[in-house]
């Protein structure tokens, strides 16, 4: 193509100032290839998000010591905890088909001295309610709840919830379109200092699609808030 050769050491000696100085919703980047007449660029596109999903376990049990009450008694105190925990989750507004409760576990601990001689044997039952919905935002008005549950003498485990986001397909067109959208505009801004324009798409590579926390540089589950990210890598035709 005429006058690409000779533009293409001028236009890379651009791209850093050129690339500095663009802001916005994007971070680009271009390579320009004249002896194929392309350009390659990078176009980003973000968002934030809430969660759809909570994934919530809640830990409970209780301790009996061996020869000083029943079984019986136990599974009595354990269950009583088990109802309370539920209600305070209805309460709030947790469904009942939102709440799988598990089986009781039974187990004994043995206490020896260093002549292995049995001091003290205790049974422990212990179970576990999981929490699984789509109404995240109740999850951490339940906490507090529970943590009231706590205080007024109930054994159990606030465990820490895992807050997902499951509509990716929803926004993946829109993002995809954005992160091109935003890959022509850096080609195009370095293609202006060339006097050239940019034209048809020749080839396109999408990046995977990040779901991290919201500000968190990892893949975490522990904020509501989220930030979805994808990148996408275009080579455009360039023309006079």
């Known amino acids: 193509m005429k006058n690409l050769t000779g533009i293409s050491q001028g236009l890379m000696g651009l791209f850093l100032?050129?690339?500095?100085?663009?802001?916005?919703?994007f971070v680009s980047q271009l390579l320009l290839n004249a002896n194929q007449d392309?350009?390659?660029?990078?176009?980003?596109?973000?968002?934030?998000?809430?969660?759809?999903?909570?994934?919530?376990?809640?830990?409970?049990?209780?301790?009996?010591?061996?020869?000083?009450?029943?079984?019986?008694?136990?599974f009595k105190e354990v269950e009583k905890d088990q109802h309370a925990i539920i209600n305070a989750l209805?309460?709030?507004?947790?469904k009942e088909e939102e709440i799988l409760v598990g089986s009781l576990d039974h187990d004994v601990k043995e206490y020896r001295n260093d002549d292995n001689v049995l001091m003290e044997s205790r049974r422990y039952l212990s179970g576990q309610i999981t929490v699984d919905t789509k109404n995240v935002r109740l999850i951490p008005k339940a906490r507090a709840k529970l943590?009231?549950?706590?205080?007024?003498?109930?054994?159990?485990?606030?465990?820490e919830p895992r807050y997902l986001?499951?509509?990716?397909?929803?926004?993946?067109?829109?993002?995809?379109?954005?992160?091109?959208?935003?890959?022509?505009?850096?080609?195009?801004?370095?293609?202006?200092?060339?006097?050239?324009?940019?034209?048809?798409?020749?080839?396109?590579?999408?990046?995977?699609?990040?779901?991290?926390?919201?500000?968190?540089?990892?893949?975490t589950s522990t904020k509501i808030e989220k930030d979805v990210r994808v990148v996408t890598t275009i080579k455009f035709y360039l023309t006079n």
Not at 17 to 25: E, N, P, T
Not at 57 to 62: D, F, L, Q, S
């Open 17 to 25: 100032a050129i690339g500095i100085a663009l802001s916005g919703y």
């Open 38 to 74: 392309t350009a390659e660029a990078k176009g980003l596109s973000e968002r934030r998000v809430d969660a759809t999903q909570a994934i919530w376990k809640i830990n409970y049990g209780g301790w009996m010591e061996e020869g000083k009450s029943k079984i019986q008694d136990l």
């Open 90 to 94: 209805t309460d709030i507004g947790i």
């Open 147 to 159: 943590n009231d549950l706590i205080a007024n003498g109930v054994s159990l485990e606030n465990l």
């Open 165 to 219: 986001f499951t509509e990716l397909n929803a926004i993946k067109p829109e993002m995809l379109k954005e992160a091109t959208a935003n890959a022509k505009v850096a080609a195009t801004e370095f293609a202006k200092a060339a006097n050239v324009k940019v034209g048809g798409i020749e080839t396109a590579r999408q990046g995977n699609f990040m779901i991290n926390d919201a500000n968190e540089e990892y893949t």
